[in-house]
């Protein structure tokens, strides 16, 4: 009998569309579990798909001599089925911090560059790597515990352009069991077993406990939502095509979405939409969250002339019959912007993010001094507390006993010169500055003993 | 300043077109922290939105005199508030093990049957009940856990029916602090502290760790992914009506789905409408998996007459222009069925669910007697692995020296009437019986002392 691991993955590969005969296939093989299996299995495949196999290695330098030894075991594995061997060291620690990023995140960057350095060498057209189902549930969990949308939930895809993941039908259980019947040696590497990373607290802690006390088959559910979810996210992507062609058009400088033909649409393709014109435009979702999409879908619903300011200096405006995507012109960037705040919440102003929330006031908190985060008493503040700049009759709270103090004045005592004034953000109770942004705050909403609600107000994440 | 909570509250309310005014509305209190904030809120809600109150305590039984305590709380709260009171008692542990249901879900029962009761009483229109965001994140996890469909990763739904819930927009703690800032009162439920329920082990382990060592907001993105997860399968459930009522029909007995009207949508929809099809026709989804839903939809590539077997006597067929589903004639019933195993997988047959499973064998384990699951050598099975009926050819062997005996002499001698051979399925390698089921399986793939791999073959659960 054809043997069952060797003939499931076969399988995938075909559901898949993995693999054609003649195919040029590197194959990433760190020296673990995993990766010893896929090139195995990999060998295997080729007596029913004839293709051909390059073996690359990546030394990670994170493990010392650990890594060295983790090199030499996978290059003798190449060597005796007589495979082509490429191996790439780097010093991933020390890229990462120069890069500023993680050392996963680094790793995995590095990892393909290598990839893509054989690939060109020997004209290969396919990369294998060895994710599987756990990897796969565990980045499913992962995103989902992070914060993510349908893509992000849909777990590892199977084929990304030239990558391919024929291990993702199998758990890593049965992986390890299928080396052990074959005596087929591998690596084992410790930092699986080293709670360093976020990851591998999910990997050895949260999905053991749930398999073990809320569901045996926990793994093979969240590995099904994920197909779902990606079966649905794929859907979702060539309906938001087919509209997003009709209705998306450049013009000038900006994106425009033209509301005859949105506006019939349902809401989940229009956001849809929405999230893809900022793509396109801005080259990435870089800072734009669900928050800014649900706002200007109620552009559709608005007055034409209504605006509403995103990150990086990017504004969507309501014309007659169309939403305006664009960066915003030195003009609007001058233009009065006002926004009435509800607490707690993040707003857009003037290029700043402003955070609002809300706490307890804790009988003798030390309130920290910062020129970027500031806490005020929230009761004292009315019902109209707005971002804008300065408008006549503004004023300021200057002393305890209750003294006010023209806002201009401020600024004329302060000398901060005029073309300055109106650049300066003010959060306001009416015509009562309640804070110049960079400034000073009225000594009115300052927490006393008698406070209670504390308004807390961080501006760009409070770093000064 | 308005208060923040009720404030959010009331958004929420207006967004979600909970409350009317003149609504007359249930609310249900346990005289816990959830509820007795949910009436909280409620009464100042009303001061905005004219709504009448009734108070409905029901009394599990589960927590003994706790029990009497929290009732005479809840009664001592409404007759202040000077609003309508009913309690009702049931023995919910009773009541669950007498319908043969978990306690939880007895009592979920038992909570809406007592809410409808009233509900009469005093033409009440809506009920309110005090699921709040952890409820909701909660709830989609341990979908997830035990496997679901969009739908079950949904979570919790703000509105049903007539069923709304105020409080799903606030985190239990924010409730907690809300109740202390006011003097408010509550029973505290021990059960929720046990670790009874698997439930309860996802609130107080899975979660307070993933907040602890994964991401501190992970609350409120499981809540986020399970919106954008509703807002999908809503979408779904509209694109697929409008499909469904185009191509599906009811004829004589069965539904049918019309081919060319089905054809060309999207396989996500294709599926939704298979699946709807089948609840629509035996009330429900009992024992559907996905799986069978797959199988169905191969079917529409198929030749015209092939068809699939399904759980509880249903089945679809390809007819020239459509997919019939019914539930299988007697003639059906008797008529040739074969099916080719791939172990693992699980098949229906003759309307037996049949699981194969692979294991490895252990020396010196014991392979227990069991009338309806059965251990064969896995690796003296041929490659042609069948489930069918019995035809002409058949044999066993009967002894260990390897001794066969036609299955028809087998079938005589064990006095099996004529009419019932045809009934019994048989696990068949080629014409070797391997397994006659209800009967007896054949010398050759017994476990011995050789045995590797081990094909477990498992009826209808194994249950006797």
Redesign the interface.
């Known amino acids: ?2 043997e ?1 691991m060797v ?1 499931k993955v076969l399988k995938y590969i075909v559901e898949n569309r993995m693999l054609l005969p003649n195919d040029k296939v590197i194959v990433g093989v760190s020296g673990g579990a995993d990766s010893v299996c896929l090139l195995n299995i990999l060998l295997e495949v080729k007596k029913t798909i004839p293709i051909t196999l390059y073996v690359v290695h990546i030394e990670h330098g994170i493990r010392g001599i650990e890594s060295e030894k983790d090199a030499e075991f996978v290059e003798k594995m190449a060597l005796q089925y007589k495979l082509v061997f490429r191996r790439f060291s780097y010093d991933v620690a020390t890229e990462a911090k120069k890069n500023g990023l993680g050392t996963e995140e680094m790793g995995r960057i590095i990892r393909y560059q290598a990839f893509e350095n054989v690939r060109k060498e020997f004209d290969c057209n396919k990369i294998a790597v060895a994710h599987n189902k756990n990897d796969n549930a565990e980045t499913m969990l ?1 995103n ?7 893509k992000g ?1 849909s777990g590892i895809l199977p084929v990304r352009f030239n990558i391919i993941r024929p291990l993702l039908c199998i758990e890593r259980k049965e992986i390890e ?1 299928w080396l052990a ?1 074959h005596n087929i040696a591998y690596r084992t590497d410790q930092t699986n077993f080293e709670e360093d990373y ?1 990851r591998n ?2 990997r050895l ?2 999905l053991p ?2 398999q073990k ?3 045996k ?2 793994l ?3 590995d ?2 994920s197909r ?2 990606y ?2 996210w ?3 992507e ?2 938001t095509d087919k509209v997003y062609s009709k209705c998306v058009l450049r013009k000038d400088e900006n994106m425009v979405i033209r509301i005859p033909e949105f506006i019939h649409v ?4 229009k956001k849809n939409i929405i999230r893809k014109c900022l793509e396109s435009y801005q080259k990435g979702l870089k800072d734009i969250t ?1 928050k800014h999409i649900d706002c200007i879908l109620t552009l559709v619903n608005n007055h034409t002339g209504k605006s509403i300011h995103l990150p990086n200096t990017l504004q969507a405006s309501r014309g007659y019959n169309e939403i305006i995507i664009g960066f915003k012109s030195k003009a609007l960037l001058l233009e009065k912007e006002e926004i009435l705040i ?2 707690p919440g993040s707003y857009l102003f003037m290029g700043y993010k402003f955070e609002f929330s ?1 706490e ?1 006031y804790e009988k003798n908190q030390i309130i920290p001094e910062n020129i970027y985060t500031k806490w005020f008493d ?2 004292k ?3 109209d507390l707005r971002l804008r700049t300065k408008e006549a009759g503004d004023y300021l709270v200057v002393n305890s006993c209750g003294g006010t103090k023209k806002l201009k004045s401020y600024f004329i005592d302060e000398k901060i010169e005029k073309e300055k004034r109106d650049s300066i953000p003010l959060l306001c109770d009416n015509n009562h500055i309640i804070w110049a942004v960079g400034y000073r705050i009225s000594e009115k909403y300052k927490i006393s003993l008698d406070t ?2 504390v308004l807390k107000v961080q501006v760009n994440g409070g770093k000064e």
Chains 1, 2 share one sequence.
Request: charged residues 20%; aromatic residues 10%.
């Open positions: 009998m054809v069952y003939n992962f989902l515990f992070r914060g993510s949308g349908l939930l069991t019947e976020t607290r999910l802690n949260v406990y749930v006390n809320i569901n088959q926990a093979a559910h969240i099904q939502a779902i979810i079966e649905t794929e859907y979702l060539e309906e349902s809401d989940v393709i669900n509800q607490a809300l307890q929230y009761d503040i009315g019902n209670k609600k």
